[in-house]
């Protein structure tokens, strides 16, 4: 009886002691899992209205019932996963009570704008009679401090879309590119301090311009002055044009692109297209840019109106609405990679198809990734057998633990004690 007890105590030491062996050996990590900020596939994703904010300005002006096809097609932009809704809205006064319902809507469902409309007289839009250089930059600032409540923290601005359509000229036509660049440069350093002066960070370097006047204007220089950007309105026949010619214009730039306009079927360029063969298009338009690091943006045009658009006129959405959706809402994996004894395992790759990321010092990861049938996430760290799974949901929280491929000795018995007294 006494060589019993004896042999029972001495057990319940050896186990009392590997208790708090492990437990200071491996102490229980406070696993946190931080929800990851959204994950884009871009910082910019945006859709187009100016068939509706602007086209119809005037016709709708003091429509009230057009609130409901304002607030049909801003949700169903913000449902896309856009981070921006582009707004095409004169800046002159007649028309900000019509600006005001559609920013008004865009706040109500999450969205920043980025606002794409310029001063009438630019171009003689609605009849106004045309304005100098000079009369732009001081007329837009004026807009800008009149009306701070239309603006938030994280908009673009833009004082001039496709510039070269209004004014002095395309500078194609009228030589005069050192000009056309000074007033680009002008431009948004003047809203930008109108900005700065009510308190709204707001981007203005954003100036769109046809691809081949950027090519001709957006020199290094050029580029530099306007925060490292060429925004381009640009439409070619097919997918891999659009990106190649991203690119090259990122090399000569030394800047990241923009894409201000794009999209498909124009007639003119792609032909006519069935529903099924404008999915192919932008599907794989925008397979191609998700992996080209110069674009940092995208706008597509347009939401309803034309024969690029997402939606029909009484909101019936399109089958390109869901492979648009698919690249601006990507799945989310985040979570920790730990050993079984609860060690963080920093620098393990995660990845899954084209897309990767790696682990930090203790162990936390967030990745962004496209799903397909064909699509697992793979875990692989040195010292330790590859891990694979399978993602089930959007924005998944994991724990992975990865086997060591040689484990020590104790390693077993300890994984076995860290699951009975470490919960």
């Known amino acids: 009886m006494r060589t019993f007890l004896s042999s029972l105590i001495a057990g319940a030491l050896v186990l009392f002691g590997a208790f708090f062996w492990v437990r200071?050996?491996?102490?229980?990590?406070?696993?946190?899992?931080?929800?990851?900020?959204?994950?884009?596939?871009?910082?910019?994703?945006?859709?187009d209205t100016m068939k509706y904010s602007r086209d119809i300005a005037r016709e709708r002006l003091?429509?009230?019932?057009?609130?409901?096809?304002?607030?049909?097609?801003?949700?169903?932009?913000?449902?896309?996963?856009?981070?921006?809704?582009a707004l095409a809205t004169p800046y002159d006064e007649e028309f900000v009570p019509f600006l005001k319902r559609w920013v008004a809507a865009a706040r109500v469902h999450g969205l920043n704008v980025w606002f794409r409309g310029n001063l009438s007289g630019w171009e003689g839009w609605f009849g106004y009679p045309k304005i100098?250089?000079?009369?732009?930059?001081?007329?837009?600032?004026?807009?800008?401090?009149?009306?701070?409540?239309?603006?938030?923290?994280?908009?673009?601005?833009?004082?001039?879309?496709?510039?070269?359509?209004?004014?002095?000229?395309?500078?194609?036509?009228?030589?005069?590119?050192?000009?056309?660049?000074?007033f680009l440069i002008a431009s948004a350093k003047s809203a930008a301090d109108a900005f700065q002066k009510i308190g709204k960070k707001v981007d203005t370097n954003l100036a769109s311009m046809n691809g081949d006047v950027a090519r001709l204007v957006m020199d290094k220089a050029t580029t530099k002055a306007l925060g490292g950007s060429v925004t381009i309105d640009h439409y070619v026949r097919t997918p891999e044009q659009l990106v190649r010619d991203a690119a090259a214009l990122a090399l000569k730039s030394a800047g990241q692109i923009v894409l201000g306009e794009f999209g498909a079927p124009i007639p003119d360029i792609h032909g006519t297209m069935t529903e099924d063969e404008q999915v192919r298009w932008i599907d794989g338009a925008l397979e191609k840019l998700s992996t080209e690091p110069s674009v940092r943006g995208i706008n597509y045009w347009l939401s309803v109106g034309g024969s690029t658009e997402l939606w029909t006129a009484d909101g019936k959405p399109k089958k390109a609405v869901a492979a648009l959706t698919r690249y601006f809402k990507p799945h989310v994996a985040y979570g920790f990679v730990r050993d079984g004894l609860?060690?963080?395992?920093?620098?393990?790759?995660?990845?899954?198809?084209?897309?990767?990321?790696?682990?930090?010092?203790?162990?936390?990861?967030?990745?962004?990734?496209?799903p397909t049938e064909q699509t697992h996430l793979i875990v692989r760290a040195p010292g330790y057998e590859d891990v694979m799974l399978a993602p089930r949901e959007a924005r998944e929280s994991l724990l992975i633990t990865p086997q060591p491929t040689v484990k020590p000795f104790y390693y077993d018995t300890a994984v076995f004690l860290r699951g009975l007294f470490i919960k």
């Open 24 to 47: 200071s050996s491996y102490p229980e990590p406070t696993l946190i899992y931080p929800e990851p900020p959204r994950m884009s596939m871009w910082p910019i994703q945006s859709i």
């Open 62 to 85: 003091h429509d009230k019932s057009f609130d409901i096809v304002i607030e049909r097609q801003v949700k169903a932009i913000a449902e896309t996963g856009a981070t921006h809704i």
């Open 132 to 182: 100098t250089r000079e009369e732009h930059i001081q007329k837009t600032q004026t807009f800008i401090a009149s009306h701070p409540e239309l603006f938030a923290d994280g908009d673009i601005f833009v004082s001039c879309p496709e510039c070269e359509n209004g004014g002095p000229g395309d500078p194609r036509q009228t030589g005069d590119t050192e000009a056309y660049r000074a």
């Open 342 to 370: 609860g060690r963080p395992i920093g620098g393990a790759e995660l990845s899954a198809g084209e897309w990767s990321t790696k682990t930090d010092k203790h162990g936390y990861f967030s990745l962004r990734y496209l």
